[in-house]
């Protein structure tokens, strides 16, 4: 079972600014370790709280990238992604 990997805009123009190097590791995670897997919250963390509590965060070296499962289509929905000092700031 494969997962669809889709990245809202905020997230894509966030990542179309990091640095190239650091922008291919966060892509090589999403679509080739996290798309393939059959349940992506394996490797996932749930974000805890009223504020963050349907979010799930998962860890590249420094960064985070914060999305929601949709399990009735079968997509993760990357909704943020940021140094981890930022990224669960409004």
């Known amino acids: 079972m494969t997962w669809q990997i889709e990245l809202n805009a905020g997230a894509e123009r966030t990542l179309e600014k990091l640095d190239k190097r650091i ?10 370790r996290l798309g393939k897997l059959d349940n992506p919250r394996l490797i ?8 963050f509590g349907e979010f799930w965060k998962y860890r590249i ?10 399990d009735d289509i ?17």
């Open 74 to 90: 079968l997509r993760v929905l990357v909704v943020k992604i940021g140094h981890r000092r930022e990224v669960y700031e409004r």
């Open 23 to 32: 922008a291919k590791r966060i892509y090589a995670f999403l679509f080739l």
């Open 61 to 70: 070296g420094d960064y985070r990238i914060l999305a929601r499962i949709e």
């Open 44 to 51: 996932g963390e749930a974000l805890q709280g009223p504020r």
